[in-house]
């Protein structure tokens, strides 16, 4: 993960997306798996670092 600040242009899709879509931290939450919902929410928390362990599909 990597926090990013838009800096100018717009938004596109390219060879490695399919689309482009801003989400609050609940729709994060909402539409993500948990296991990467939980990463990029964790990376938005200014009190981590946070280490969690996963099966690769649920947090354990």
């Given amino acids: 993960?990597?926090?990013c600040e838009v800096s100018g242009g717009v938004?596109?899709?390219s060879d490695e997306t399919t689309?482009?879509?801003w989400?609050?931290?609940e729709e994060v939450a909402e539409r993500m798996s948990e296991v990467?919902?939980?990463r990029l929410?964790?990376?938005l928390d200014a009190g981590g670092p946070h280490v969690r362990s996963h099966d690769g599909l649920r947090l354990l």
């Fill in 11 to 13: 938004e596109r899709v």
């Fill in 36 to 38: 990467y919902a939980i």
């Fill in 41 to 43: 929410l964790d990376a």
């Fill in 19 to 21: 689309a482009v879509q």
């Fill in 1 to 3: 993960m990597f926090r």
């Fill in 23 to 25: 989400l609050t931290l």
